[in-house]
Each structure stands twice: as C-alpha cells, then as structure tokens.
C-alpha cells in the first residue's frame, strides 16, 4: 500500500505562510497524479493543488492561483504545498491524496483518489 503523511500544518495570521509537506513511501510505479485537498467546516473536500504525470498538468484551484504553490522532491519523496498571502477562508483540513488512474480530466476529483494521508490542520485567523 501507498502511505501518505502530511505535516507543516498549524494556526497563523492573515497574510502569513505555511508550507505542507506530503511523506510518500511504498510508492508504486503506476501512481498517476498526487495533490493536496482541503475539507472545511460546512464544505465539501475540494481540490487545491495536483500534479498529474499524464500529461505534467497542475492543477489550482482559482481560489490559490498566484498564492499556492506545489512542488515534488523526488529524491525524497516528498510532496509540498507552499502557502503563501493566507486567508481566513483557507482555514481546513488539508489532506495529501494520490490516485493510480489514468489520466487528468479528473485531476480534481477526490473520488479519483485511492490513497490519503491523515490530514493536517490549517487555521488562519488574527
């Protein structure tokens, strides 16, 4: 099985930075895409930020555009989120996903996702 541990996750103010790292180990060869998801109090888990290895597409969600940013250290195996200009409305739970379909209509979608860490929470408040 694939194991995702996500960390990096804790309260700061409006405007400030956090950077989510995703721990990947018994990783398989036929993984398709990995990303970050969030699941707010009253909304449904949504996508933040996926990388596909279809086709090298990343997903944003508009509401990250320009203040999120995902990258991968392949060495390590370790996926982050760096999160920057924070909002209050970006407070969640944030959860690392990663997905052995093909393809990236559906990038996404997180019931295209087979495996999901624990989730760490994200509070942005003053």
């Known amino acids: 099985q694939v194991q995702l541990v996500e960390s990096g996750g804790g309260l700061v103010q409006p405007g400030g930075s956090l950077r989510l790292s995703c721990a990947v180990s018994g990783f398989t060869s036929n993984y398709n895409a990995i990303g970050w998801f969030r699941q707010s109090s009253g909304k449904e888990r949504e996508g933040v930020s996926c990388?596909?290895?279809?086709?090298?597409?990343?997903y944003y969600a508009d509401s990250v555009k320009g203040r999120f940013t995902v990258s991968r250290d392949i060495v390590k195996k370790t996926v982050y989120l760096q999160m920057n200009s924070l909002k209050p409305e970006d407070t969640a739970v944030y959860y690392c996903a990663c997905s052995l379909r093909y393809g990236s209509s559906w990038l996404a979608d997180p019931s295209q996702y087979h495996y999901w860490g624990q989730g760490t929470q994200v509070t942005v408040s003053s």
């Open positions: 990388i596909s290895r279809a086709d090298g597409s990343i």
